[in-house]
């Protein structure tokens, strides 16, 4: 899929979904292409700051992994051109992520805080 096609989100609400998309897609540039240039990913152990890095990340993963489930996304807290994002995931885990508008009014996540692991029972 190349950069011209790839739908841009227009919302911050729509970034988990074209998240999903492109992941069950295998789509590694069309998942670097939903950050910023110098946006900050962490999961688990790893922290991966910048395209170049993110795109190791991804390209990690998805060679591993390649069905993801839709999550369930809950309504974002809107600061003007700042946004957290959550979704909820089906093993339960809480994935938060900070986006922002962009000059051209689309929304790009800046840090994204994978997989929170639910508190053990």
């Known amino acids: 899929m190349s950069d011209e096609t790839r739908e841009p989100a227009r919302a911050p609400e729509a970034l988990a979904g074209l998240f999903n998309r492109r992941a069950n897609a ?3 540039e069309g998942l670097v292409a939903l950050y910023e ?3 900050v990913l962490a999961a688990g152990r790893v922290v ?6 993110i795109r190791r990340f991804y390209a990690d993963l ?3 992994k390649s069905d993801f489930a839709l999550p369930e996304t809950l309504p974002p807290l809107r600061n003007g051109p700042l946004a957290m994002t959550f979704a909820l995931l089906p093993n339960g885990a809480l994935s ?3 986006a922002r508008e ?3 009014g689309t ?4 840090i994204d ?9």
């Open 96 to 98: 938060v992520e900070l």
């Open 113 to 121: 805080q994978l997989k929170i692991a639910p508190p053990k029972a």
């Open 48 to 53: 991966a700051t910048g395209h170049a890095e």
């Open 62 to 64: 998805l060679a591993r």
């Open 26 to 28: 295998g789509d590694v």
């Open 102 to 104: 962009q000059a051209d």
């Open 37 to 39: 240039p110098a946006a």
């Open 107 to 110: 929304w790009l996540w800046a």
